[in-house]
């Protein structure tokens, strides 16, 4: 017999009770939390979708090798543990713990970026693009055309479009751009894989001009194996094989630990570059610490070194990818409008086709997260006006080109019956949608709002 149903891949040792609210004191704990859900406690969310960064369950294994931990502050055994784990998927010769994934871009561009430089990637992940700006430099994104429609299933819709790469190289010449960048999966673009031949691709342009060419592989595990489910000639290899030909091809990598490594605190950097790899070490001892541990304690190098194993699991991926990819059908014949294909790590509800009767300057994923809330404790993410609008000389909002809702899904911990309780509330929110009232800002900081924003409905 095959059985249809896909299982969690896990049996559970240890719990964490989650807290029932009703309904009233929802309504209470929203307006409190000036209707944002960034400023609502943790301990008043019933099922937490705000993101899968540093959500994961960490295994029985995990946790024993945190045991493991030498927390010797040179030459600790745990770094060689860590440096073995990352080395035997990525082949990558220079490996440099870091606290996390936009640690490691701080050190990277602080070196290569700077006025006058200019970075490509397929879509840069906000931190990516904050740390190359931080430098003077310049981030931008050469998304495949079919990857900005939210409508259009495609397999491979993070991928980079390599015309528009090679014209923009050639605009900008190559000595003003110090290296070329790919995000696995593409995050900011829905979770949405990249092809190996786009990689490939990719990679054969850069050796053209000389440039080198770095993976920003927070999802590798997950990117690997949509390549094997989706791309000719892959169908028999191991999601390790296949992450180590995707690393082949790369010079460098940037990761944070906290999605792909199944862990809450980690990251890294690697390269083959012997040079860039000492100016590496020499900036990370000054800001992260010393080479063999960067920030982390030696147990946190165990508990990463053990999740790079884990993560690559088949049963694993396979359970991943179907529960993301569960939870967009069952909405999808509901009639909820989302990103399709789903992606690698989250659902993301379209809000324009969700509540077309608000507009964007009434912020209409804002209007979807606070009613999750209030019809059953879920938190979500607004990534639209709220989060990336701009103001015109008018104070006029500039929205950007997408309003979603972001339900990002933490690995190994919420089981079926969560997301089918989740499901069941999205679609009695869509049943009401025309209920659905639109915000404004009462208050608002000057950077990056969404976080400490406060709303009121209108
Ligand atoms: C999360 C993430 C980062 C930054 O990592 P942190 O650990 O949050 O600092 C960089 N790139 C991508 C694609 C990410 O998803």
Partial sequence: MNPKTIIEPFKIKSVEPIRFTTREEREKILIEAGYNPFMIHADDVLIDLLTDSGTSAMSSKQWAAIM????????????????????????MKYIIPTHQGRAAEKILFSIVGGPGKYFPNNTHFDTTR???????????????????????RADFKGNMDIEKLESFIKEKGVENIPLCMITVTNNSGGGQPVSMQNIRDVKNLCNKYGIPLFIDACRFAENAYFIKLREKGYENKTPLEIAQEMFSYADGVTMSAKKDALVNIGGFLAMNDQGLAMKCRNLLIVTEGFPTYGGLAGRDLEAVA??????????????????????????????????????????YIDAKRFVPHIKADKFPGQSIVCELYLEGGIRAVEIGSVMFGKYDKNNKLIPPPMELVRLAIP????????????????????????????????????????????????
């Avoid at 430098?135 to 429609?149: C, N, P, Q």
């Avoid at 179907?322 to 790590?345: C, D, N, Q, T």
């Fill in 68 to 91: 493991e931990g030498d927390e010797a502050y040179a030459g600790s055994k745990s770094f060689y543990r860590f440096e073995d784990a990352v080395k035997k998927i990525t082949h």
């Fill in 130 to 152: 904050a740390n190359i700006e931080f430098t003077g430099a310049e981030a931008d994104d050469f998304l495949t055309e079919v990857g900005k429609h939210p409508e259009q």
């Fill in 306 to 347: 053990q999740g790079l194993t884990e993560v690559l699991d088949e049963h694993y991926l396979q359970y991943r990818l179907r529960s993301v990819e569960y939870l967009g059908e069952k909405l999808v014949a509901e009639g909820v409008p989302i990103i399709e294909p789903p992606g690698g790590h989250a659902i």
């Fill in 411 to 458: 690995r190994r911990v919420y089981t079926q019956s969560h997301i089918d309780f989740l499901i069941e509330i999205i679609i009695e929110v869509f049943r009401n949608r025309n209920k659905l009232k639109g915000y404004k800002i009462v208050y608002e900081a000057p950077i990056l709002r969404h976080f400490t924003a406060r709303f009121e409905p209108v």
